[in-house]
């Protein structure tokens, strides 16, 4: 393996284990290492010494306890926001599939109330908050069928609600992503 | 302590441990340097040398802190760096722990200058 593809493995390693930065805060810290390293590269050269890209290396440590120093603080420095302790406690187990699972299920419910409140301008007739079951239920949503043994009870109140629970339920779920995001192995 | 006698680099890394936030700032006192500057700097003394590993993530540590700042900065052809340089709240954290340093040094002469049997007399005595 030649100097340059050792050095590209280990920043792409590097990259990897710092996933839970910041893309700019990542990409930073990779393009001072990455200059670092061919910086003395150069030096090396120009002083006609042996260009040993694995020792200079190993002066930066392994690619994920070298990523660990930049990124522990995430994980041990901020206090977690209100309400995300519980989150806290579990995310040095979460799993990927917890972290889809959640990321797929929050903002397709974030979409669909967006939806509705767009769908409301459209087609106001169907769309809209029913009373169902003797006042037991109620039904939301854009319907095909208008129920006609009910009134509907939001009228336009729809569409602020709507929309600030589905932009609040987006938002909402990137900060619990956030937390959750799987750390990379 | 024998082991430290026998081998004074492993007493270097302990005083290490605890100084060399105010040896980063001290070096970066009056002076704009990149982290290469800063390394060859620390490697020029016997017991300031420290790796890339333990350097780089220090010094972003005291970026977020607030210690110091970092600037990418290209000259002519060569490659951009990143220069780092005190802010003012480094400036002043590095004369609080210049003042603790020299406290602790004091306090260590004091105790070498004063070996027993005879009771530490107090201080400025």
Redesign the interface.
Known sequence: MSDREMVRDYLNSLMKFLSRLDKEDADDVLREIECHIYDVMEIRQENGQIIDAGEILRGFGQPRELASQYVDHILEGAPPPMGFRAIQKIKSGTTKGLYWTTAIFGYLFSAVLVAIGLLKTINPDAVGVWPSGNGESVVIGAMSRIPTDTQEILGWWIIPIALGLGLGGAYLTKRILNVLKPKAR | MADNIKDPSKWDVQLRKGTLELVILSLLKGRNLY??ELLGQLQELETTAI???TL??LL??LK?DGSIDAKWHQEGDT????YYNLTKNGQEKLTDLTDRWRKSVEDIEFLLENPGPQKLPKKGK
């Open positions: 982290g290469l790796s890339e590993g780089y993530p972003d540590r977020r490659r951009p760096r990143k």
